[in-house]
């Protein structure tokens, strides 16, 4: 209900590709909300957050390795009935019993550290040291830093995909957003089950191509300027 609210009676939406054009007009499709009217324009125009930051061109690939850095992007715990937080506590516990020796990096929602934050410090699951709370740090400042990207709902989650970075999508059968669920490397369809997928992390992480063959296709024209493709469109109409 929400996307079709978010995207209805536009004259025009601009979105990151092809594919966000595809799915857009197969929600609208499908839906049964009568009042509500597919926008005018789908115009796929690329990444506007993505085209401002500089992107390294190569990884090392890495030899069987099972020490890590996760960094996890939270999302507000208020939404989908706090599942942020229970996907964050559950993955941090399947870290430490399967990857020792590994890190986890958070990037908290908000300023400051949240109240789990400081239970899992006090339990000796993460270090303090690795929660990144200031709103003057964006997740793409800590992405050099990690192997893999982590999280549930975040909008950001979707850069890992551009910066060729490992992306876990965690889930709990809500499917919070078709994007992360196919274009991921990898989908955690129900946290409960997270230990099923211990193989698959080190298969990704020690793959020979990091690179994800979705990239191009879904952040389509970045390596132009999106704002100023959105004033030539615009310009024209």
Not at 26 to 52: A, D, E, V, W
Not at 91 to 108: T, Y
Not at 147 to 152: H, R
Request: glycine share 2%; hydrophobic share 40%; aromatic share 14%.
């Amino acid at each position: 209900m929400f996307a079709h609210y978010l995207y209805s009676d536009l004259d025009y939406l601009f979105c990151y590709g092809k594919l966000d054009q595809i799915f857009i007009k197969k929600l609208f499709k499908k839906n049964n909300f009568k009042l509500l009217n597919i926008p005018k324009k789908i115009i796929p125009i690329g990444s506007i957050r993505n085209f401002s930051f500089k992107i390294s061109k190569t990884r090392k690939i890495k030899i069987r390795k099972k020490q890590f850095n996760f960094l996890y992007i939270k999302s507000n715990p208020t939404i989908y009935d706090n599942l942020d937080d229970k996907c964050f506590e559950k993955f941090c516990l399947f870290v430490n019993k399967n990857f020792p020796g590994s890190q986890i990096l958070v990037k908290e929602k908000l300023d400051g550290i949240s109240k789990l934050n400081n239970l899992l410090v006090e339990k000796k699951i993460i270090n303090k040291k690795n929660i990144y709370s200031s709103v003057d740090i964006v997740p793409e400042d800590l992405f050099q830093k990690a192997d893999f990207v982590v999280g549930t709902s975040s909008a950001a989650l979707a850069q890992a995909i551009y910066y060729n970075i490992p992306l876990i999508s965690i889930d709990n059968k809500v499917v919070i957003s078709s994007f992360l669920k196919f274009f991921c490397s990898i989908y955690i369809e129900k946290i409960d089950e997270i230990e099923r997928y211990k193989d698959k992390i080190i298969h990704v992480s020690n793959s020979n191509s990091l690179k994800n063959k979705w990239k191009k296709f879904i952040f389509k024209k970045t390596n132009k300027a999106p704002h100023l493709e959105i004033l030539k469109i615009l310009k024209r109409k």
